[in-house]
T-cell receptor, first 112, second 114 residues
Framework: GEDVEQSLFLSVREGDSSVINCTYT??????LYWYKQEPGAGLQLLTY?????DMKQDQRLTVLLNKKDKHLSLRIADTQTGDSAIYFC????????????FGTGTQLKVEL | EAQVTQNPRYLITVTGKKLTVTCSQN?????MSWYRQDPGLGLRQIYY???????DKGDVPEGYKVSRKEKRNFPLILESPSPNQTSLYFC?????????????FGPGTRLTVL
């Protein structure tokens, strides 16, 4: 079945860039998503990318997709303490309708 | 305000005592689903519903039931909860069931089964 993997933790200093990585196995993935989960809250959609794109930029967020290597990354520029959260990568396969397969989540800690 | 609400937010119960977690959305969305979140496993889909009276199993449906009698509500029912159902549960909804229809998540329900 589909599998989505992420590293569990990332620690950065305030003001630096953060890069969160994700790999997936389903070659039929059509949309790939990044969700943010703050403590005690639900998941908030940050951004998404369609599989025929290589890059998408949205203010401080840059998503890079390497479809050949099945690798997705989220870069957060000028990381702030408010960016501390768990970040989930998710993919939506062509055949799965709207079903999302999530990665394990990456806990981002921003230090002063 | 467009939102997905869940109740209760926190629940501690005992093995075998039936419980229901409610989910409601005010966006007239057709598609609704339930996920559970466990450490190191991410979110896994339990059940989903394409529309009223249309439900189907996700990846981990064992021990759960759902119903969709109205468009806005999608309750999750645990007939006989067991400790391995201790988890954080999320309800989500989207306009349709098409690929790319953005899913909106509720705030989560933390369930502990003793």
């Amino acid at each position: 079945g589909e599998d989505v993997e992420q590293s569990l933790f990332l620690s950065v200093r305030e003001g630096d860039s953060s890069v969160i990585n994700c790999t997936y196995t389903d070659s039929s993935s059509t949309y790939l998503y990044w969700y943010k989960q703050e403590p005690g809250a639900g998941l908030q959609l940050l951004t998404y990318i369609f599989s025929n794109m290589d890059m998408k930029q949205d203010q401080r967020l840059t998503v890079l997709l390497n479809k050949k290597d099945k690798h997705l990354s989220l870069r957060i520029a000028d990381t702030q303490t408010g960016d501390s959260a768990i970040y989930f990568c998710a993919e939506s396969p062509l055949s799965g309708g709207n079903k999302l397969t999530f990665g394990t989540g990456t806990q981002l800690k921003v230090e002063l | 305000e467009a939102q997905v609400t869940q109740n209760p937010r926190y629940l501690i119960t005992v093995t075998g005592k039936k419980l229901t977690v409610t989910c409601s959305q005010n966006m007239n969305h057709e598609y609704m689903s339930w996920y559970r979140q466990d450490p190191g496993l991410g979110l896994r889909q339990i059940y989903y519903s394409m529309n009223v009276e249309v439900t189907d199993k996700g990846d981990v449906p064992e021990g759960y039931k759902v119903s969709r009698k109205e468009k806005r509500n999608f309750p999750l029912i645990l007939e006989s909860p067991s400790p391995n159902q201790t988890s954080l549960y999320f309800c989500a909804s989207s306009l349709g069931a098409g690929v790319g229809d953005t899913q909106y998540f509720g705030p989560g329900t933390r369930l502990t089964v003793l």
